[in-house]
């Protein structure tokens, strides 16, 4: 798609016209309640005291496989200076650059941008326990801190070099030396080979080596490499999406993903002189922006299967500049609204610099678009299987897909549902990474079972992992206002021997019901997962967020799951609940407000 672009390309590409770089009035002309965010946010680093890393807290992912004691120093450190960037732009005073330069000193003395878990050459291959810095590796992070300090230098490079001369050229070493250098004279997987499955590394890594090389002044020949290798990747990533433009890797890495891809496609177009503008007519890339749009239930929450939590963070610049790219009024609406709910326009936990930089310098693509059309009542993604329908009421969504898509879960044919925008059958989401999280051992991880989603458990066997394992017979139903799907699940089992059809159906406005039917010979269990503690009675599994009927099963138990994952209690209460319910011939559960 992409690549079809590059044999009219322009002789000449020009360096990227960064908003706010050069131009004081742009800073100047910002919304006072913007500015002071700004500086308010700086502040929290003025006599900050950077974080040290050591030798121990790298080689702790390969000793014990925690993420956290490095992680936890060192993206602090590219918040501190996404902040005291910003805060010295705003306020233009000198007041944010002692502690800002310290901070790209820091930086520049690391032994490698890139995380200990991505310290790795190949693939799928055990990460090294040490950085070599004479073979950097540009994972996701390495090529952010070098678009994060490319961007620093261009928006206030007559600053730096009056406060510590050299530092921008340190700068331009640094970031050629660990993304550039191996991103021309080498391959690394995400890329893009042929059709070798990619992910949200491609487009996310892509956009911050485009920004560092349009940036920094290179020459034509290197432009030009760099964009015929970032049109090949892209359109790898692209051809892992189908037409219908889901993102199988979930709500909360749409911005990594579809964010990230639109980046990309904007410096592109950008440095061409508008050549590539045409693509953002695709309704495939129309499909990826409005994703973000059918998964979101209302306020914070979203449909959240494989490694999402129900928070996926609010959308902010990237998705309105997104979203009137491609004409999905929808998502301009959306991020319109999200940045009327902020308490200031700063981001305080994003690391990326040019994120932030776009919500502090687009207010006006955050302007309320054209009013859009309301939802609509079914959206099915036959790409992945992911099947949602809603009413004034209720928004139920599953999953029909195989179990072997990037940072899945065995959840083929698992239920979420919301009543009244509140939390009723969820899906748990993802403890924090750690080594195990991307090993062997993945599906050993409690969250990844089917047997802690919502669905049954057979005889004690659990879903399998890989894409053989998926549901059979997946059909629409659709009769007036009734809207649903049905599926057969055994074949999302290792052995078989037995039947176990779903039913959901929303008849709109008035009721949602899911009957499941069960044919085997093996006890059958089926569980239910809540926010909330689930009582029993009359029949009812009732919560504060609504209850469901349970006809011709037997009576649940009901189980505590104490929640103390610092990732997990982002979103959720200190204890979740599970109800077993078994389960032989048909049941049906009714859903009540």
Sequence with gaps: MIREYLSTLPEHLSDLALPGAGDRAVWGGLPETTRAALVRRGEEYLGYRWPVLTCGDYLSFSRTGDRTRYESKCHPRQQALCALALAECAEHQGRFLDDLIDGIWAVCEESGWQLPAHNSYIRDTTPLPLPDSDRPVPDLF??????????????LEPELEKAAPGLCRRIRRETELRVVSPYLRDHFWWMGSGDEPVNNWTSWCTQNVLLTVFTSGYAQEVKRRVVDQAAYSLDCFLNGYGPDGCCEEGAEYYHHAGITLWGALEVLDRVSGGHFTPLFQEEKLRNIAEYIVNVHVGGDYYLNFADCMPKAGLRGAGEALFGRRTRAHRLQALAASDVSRRETRDLPDSKSLFERLLDALCAQALAQPTPPAPPEPQVFYP?????IARDETWCVSLRAGHNGVSHGHCDAGSLIVYCKGQPLLIDVGVETYTAKTFSPERYSIWTMRSDW???????????????????AGVTLLQDGNVYGIELELSPAYPGGGFFYTRRVALDRSKRLTVVDHYEGSEPAVLSLMFAQRPVWRDGALTTPAGSIRLVGAGEPA??????????????????????????????????QP
Aim: with cysteine; net charge neutral; aromatic share 6%.
């Design 453 to 471: 989603h919502n669905l049954p458990t057979i005889g004690g066997r659990v879903q399998g992992d890989g894409k053989q394992y998926a549901p």
């Design 383 to 387: 790409s992945t299987g992911l099947w």
């Design 558 to 591: 009901v189980e505590a799951v104490p929640v103390q994952d610092p990732h997990l209690r982002k979103c959720w209460p200190d204890t979740l609940y599970r109800a077993l319910v078994p389960v032989q011939g048909a049941v049906t559960l009714e859903f």
């Design 142 to 155: 390495a090529c952010e801190t070098a678009a994060n300090l490319s961007l620093i230098r261009v928006l």
